[in-house]
């Protein structure tokens, strides 16, 4: 007897997205094609490679085309995964912060061509200048590892106000520690009485070591 693999909401195989698993009948599954078309089909032909998209995806995108599975339509489809998909693990940090997709970055075409027209090349990832704006081409830039590292957005659990910089509950003065990540590495910047403190001296050490990749608090204000 074949031995079943398991497979999870969310999943994406080719152009399809597992949408739902039939517990009753657990060979068939629903997936959600990158065009919104939905379709019950066998798992196996799923997972095998047998069935890539829905059949008018399929004639479209193969007389388009032949990038599938190459890393820049991989990282189309991701842009597409977490804009679009309806599935919340894949899309909270995205989709439900109102993170939109540029409509005509639905098509790969369209974005393959402004990425091979705006610097792209295998070594660099798709980076947003504001993080809390779209992805849009105004909006987007290809970059180093270590530049999109240094353009974060507050994580969901700062409580400072300011990125870079973490407030100590426990302590009783100098509540607040500004830091900062170079080449994977977090450089402590010294415990401060304010927030505003502690920021002020992490955008002086900024400046000062001329790490232009790294925005201060004052240029992220303007974005």
């Known amino acids: 007897m074949a031995k079943r693999v398991p497979v999870f909401i ?125 992805y849009y081409p105004e909006n987007c830039r290809w970059v180093t590892p270590n530049v999109q590292s240094s353009n974060k957005r507050k994580m969901r659990n700062n409580t400072s106000g300011f990125v870079g910089v973490s407030e100590i509950k426990t302590a009783p003065h100098l509540k607040y520690k500004a830091y900062i990540c170079v080449k994977g590495v977090q450089i402590n910047l010294g415990r401060y009485q304010t927030p505003e403190e502690a920021s002020a001296f992490r955008d002086k050490y900024i400046r000062d070591n001329g790490l232009t990749n790294y925005p201060t608090e004052e240029q992220r204000n303007e974005l």
């Open 10 to 134: 969310g999943e994406i195989y080719s152009n399809w997205e597992i949408v739902e698993i039939h517990e009753t009948t657990p060979i068939m599954i629903t997936c959600r094609c990158v065009c919104g078309f939905v379709k019950t089909l066998l798992k196996t032909n799923v997972i095998r490679g047998k069935s890539k998209g829905c059949k008018a995806c399929s004639i479209k995108r193969a007389t388009k085309h032949k990038a599938r599975g190459t890393r820049l339509h991989n990282i189309w489809q991701g842009i597409m995964q977490r804009c679009l998909s309806d599935i919340p693990v894949k899309t909270q940090n995205y989709k439900q912060r109102g993170i939109t997709l540029f409509e005509p970055w639905k098509d790969f075409i369209t974005f393959r061509e402004w990425a091979y027209t705006n610097s792209y090349a295998d070594t660099l990832s798709l980076d947003r200048v504001d993080t809390y704006k779209g």
